[in-house]
């Protein structure tokens, strides 16, 4: 009687470390998924950062052009009303 007791108690814990092992790896695998799902939208949010800093850069570029050709403009004319007076 006395190794019955102790087979049933050897057995209920070892389904008990089955089950929490399985439960661990369980728990493994949706911290894997949702790391793999956050790390791929924080990519998304990078790009997507980029190409707005890309946007921005790019629309500087063309407001400083912009600025420096009417400066040029507006020292010629100066230039020339200069050059009349004289």
Known sequence: MKRVLIAAMVL??????????????????EATEEAAKSL???GEDLEEAAENAAEAMEKAGEEA?????????D???????AIDSI
């Open 40 to 42: 791929e939208e924080a």
């Open 65 to 73: 052009i912009d600025a420096a050709e009417k400066a040029g403009e």
């Open 12 to 29: 209920t814990l070892s389904m008990t470390v089955m089950t929490s092992c399985r439960d661990t790896k369980d728990k493994t695998e």
């Open 75 to 81: 020292m010629k004319e100066a230039a020339k009303k």
